[in-house]
């Protein structure tokens, strides 16, 4: 990689950019055909720039939009590639213990994960002490919607994040087009997904952060929750990377002295950090551009972070 793009080597050299923003391009490189190849070594120049600004996951969709890009076909070649990689396998061993191994595309890995993970919230709330979410758990949930189907639950959901303009009027350079983890789908996806939808509509304000309930209600909306997911695919506390769906919408102004539940009120924070707030001392401050600010028990400056949907 660093003999085709020397200037991504040069940058890496001198401490600009790190090792996995180079992996991600040679990941990023190697499944894309020789012409998309050659031109995208011919935006090295930008590529390093990206890098040097970009945490490594933002600039992994910063590539794949550049890729999209170069191809003229908004991700439709990568997902259909995906599609026909996706497998499931499955064998027992000697010990007769049984092995479930399976690669998705990422509309197929969405509506798994988001099937499971309801399940396992549903058999946490109905067990009469605390359950861990671990991997016994989630296999519990999985044999749960095999053995009594789905239809128990109705149908599997899958949120997407998608930008006005192209959901009225199709792909454009800046289109949003993503599932709540983060990987991009192309338009013909999106078209028919919106053929059998609820549309949530997110309001932003020029930054481009939504807007928004009061005190009519303690808990984020539904509402509330897809504006966090515009933003967030993570937590928002600086260096966590626990998926959204894992979090808690935290009132930074708690809700019983006063609080909003508006959305420059909320925040979404995993388990672990929700603690870390309520029980450990903790202090964050939500700026106007969400830029959160945290301190330490102490009061001291620990660190500031910002929604990784909204840093690239």
């Known amino acids: 990689m660093a003999e085709a793009m020397p200037s991504l080597g040069e940058a890496l050299a001198d401490g600009l950019v790190g090792a996995e923003h180079l992996d991600a391009i040679a990941r990023t490189t190697k499944n894309v055909d020789e012409p998309t190849r050659e031109a995208l070594n011919g935006l090295q120049e930008e590529l390093v720039e990206a890098a040097a600004r970009m945490p490594v996951d933002t600039f992994k969709r910063h590539l794949r939009r550049q890729v999209d890009r170069l191809r003229n076909d908004h991700g439709l070649e990568r997902a259909l590639a995906q599609r026909a990689r996706s497998e499931l396998r499955y064998w027992a061993d000697d010990d007769g213990m049984g092995h479930l191994r399976a690669d998705l595309d990422p509309e197929r890995y969405a509506v798994v994960v988001d099937a499971i993970e309801r399940q396992m919230a549903a058999l946490a709330n109905a067990a009469d002490g605390p359950v861990t979410k671990d991997p016994h758990l989630a296999a519990g949930a999985l044999m749960d919607l095999i053995s009594h189907g789905n239809g128990r639950q109705g149908r599997a959901h899958i949120t997407l994040v998608v930008d ?87 009132h930074i102004r708690e809700w019983d002295p006063g609080g909003l539940t508006n959305f420059d009120n909320l925040v979404p924070l995993c388990n672990q950090h929700h603690h870390a707030v309520h029980e450990s001392k903790w202090t964050i401050q939500l700026l106007s551009d969400r830029t959160l600010r945290i301190r330490r028990p102490d009061n001291q400056h620990w660190a500031e972070s910002k929604p990784d949907r909204l840093e690239e």
């Open 164 to 250: 006005a303009e192209t959901a009225l009027q199709g792909p454009h350079e800046r289109s949003i087009r993503e599932t709540v983890d983060g990987a991009e789908l192309p338009p013909e996806t999106i078209d028919r997904f919106c053929c059998d939808a609820v549309i949530r509509k997110v309001v932003l304000d020029r930054r481009g952060v939504p807007i928004n309930v009061g005190r009519s209600a303690r808990t984020a909306t539904d509402a509330q929750w897809s504006a966090l997911k515009a933003i967030y695919s993570c937590c928002g506390w600086e260096g966590c990377d626990r998926p959204v769906s894992w979090c808690q919408a935290h």
